[in-house]
T-cell receptor, first 114, second 114 residues
Framework: GESVGLHLPTLSVQEGDNSIINCAYS??????FIWYKQESGKGPQFIID?????DKRQGQRVTVLLNKTVKHLSLQIAATQPGDSAVYFC?????????????FGKGTLLTVNP | KAGVTQTPRYLIKTRGQQVTLSCSPI?????VSWYQQTPGQGLQFLFE???????NKGNFPGRFSGRQFSNSRSEMNVSTLELGDSALYLC?????????????FGSGTQLSVL
């Protein structure tokens, strides 16, 4: 029978374009957020993080924006390269009983066309 | 510095059997977390250990258990395997002293239950 799986949002971009991956988080009390990249056959790899007392943080070719009002997180990748093709996850670290635990989003599949 | 090491990389078991997975964290990291990744449910938190104590646990049945040794290495055990336990099991480590820490993941153990 047909298997039920997560229907990942997908984003397809041309090499050299900028990519924006979005994420809505659930817990208004979360105070720490992380973006991970997962390539086929590998574990998630840390990209960038941001604390709730910040709205924006930049890394090498990546920028994370946090909008606490609407509980939204975005990852911007500048000059996207074929090596950026992967599944991207946002994760939140909630307060209280959710300490020492990350809650992951469903992921977005980014495909970079040469 | 060596990354998070998980063994074995692949496992094939039959229903009813039990399995033990091993994880060696990054040197100096005292927190080890385990996650299950499936196409249907995504990444789900199993449990987290720090200094041999379980600090947080996800919503998995009691068939899933773990432990941590004095050298911070960790094992997880799944007893009475079911077909639905087929998944990628990911181990992650961090220093464990701050609730706002990024996790470093291993490549995972791919478990297939037949």
């Amino acid at each position: 029978g047909e298997s039920v799986g997560l229907h990942l949002p997908t984003l397809s971009v041309q090499e050299g374009d900028n990519s924006i991956i979005n994420c809505a988080y659930s817990n208004s009390a979360s105070d720490y957020f992380i973006w991970y990249k997962q390539e086929s056959g590998k574990g998630p790899q840390f990209i960038i993080d941001i604390r709730s007392n910040m709205d924006k943080r930049q890394g090498q070719r990546v920028t994370v924006l946090l909008n606490k009002t609407v509980k939204h997180l975005s990852l911007q990748i500048a000059a996207t390269q074929p090596g950026d093709s992967a599944v991207y996850f946002c994760a939140e670290n909630g307060l209280g009983g959710s300490n020492y635990k990350l809650t992951f989003g469903k992921g977005t599949l980014l495909t970079v066309n040469p | 510095k060596a990354g998070v090491t998980q063994t074995p990389r692949y496992l094939i078991k039959t229903r009813g059997q039990q399995v033990t997975l091993s994880c060696s964290p990054i040197s100096g990291h005292r927190s080890v977390s385990w996650y299950q990744q499936t196409p249907g449910q995504g990444l789900q938190f199993l449990f987290e250990y720090f200094s041999e104590t379980q600090r947080n646990k996800g919503n998995f049945p009691g068939r899933f258990s773990g432990r941590q040794f004095s050298n911070s290495r960790s094992e997880m055990n799944v007893s009475t395997l079911e077909l639905g336990d087929s998944a990628l099991y990911l181990c992650a480590s961090s220093p464990g002293t701050d609730t706002k820490e990024k996790l470093f993941f291993g490549s995972g153990t791919q478990l297939s239950v037949l």
